[in-house]
Nanobody, 122 residues
Framework: QVHVVESGGGMVQAGGSLRLSCAAS????????MGWFRQAPGKEREFVAA????????LYADSMEGRFTISRDNAKNTVHLQMNSLKPEDTAVYYC???????????????WGQGTQVTVSS
């Protein structure tokens, strides 16, 4: 059983910053990529960013490139998402995802956290 738990969401004004964290626990054996997805009200869940096991490779959605930074600490089985220059359209529930294997992709794995709300006011 793998558990994924997000933290760090909240409310911020446009132009502000937030840092999300995600901790994985349980049977997290072997290499696995971790990523972030988000879902705004009335919209489908979309890819935000992902990082490989080694941290050497990252992938971002076009609209987040340059504003968001994903990083990970394997010693603590955690991944972070630093979000800068936030916009009202970034408002969504952000989900952490764990995908066993090497490489980075926009395709999610089977392990999801419960989500954390990010609200950006104008």
């Amino acid at each position: 059983q793998v558990h994924v738990v997000e933290s760090g969401g909240g409310m911020v004004q446009a132009g502000g910053s937030l840092r999300l964290s995600c901790a994985a626990s349980g049977r997290t054996v072997g290499n696995y990529a971790m990523g972030w997805f988000r879902q705004a009200p009335g919209k489908e869940r979309e890819f935000v960013a992902a990082i490989t096991w080694s941290g050497a490779s990252t992938l971002y959605a076009d609209s987040m490139e340059g504003r968001f930074t994903i990083s990970r600490d394997n010693a603590k089985n955690t991944v972070h998402l630093q979000m800068n220059s936030l916009k009202p359209e970034d408002t969504a529930v952000y989900y952490c995802n764990l995908r066993p294997g090497v490489g980075v992709t926009t395709t999610p794995g089977n392990y999801w956290g419960q989500g954390t709300q990010v609200t950006v006011s104008s």
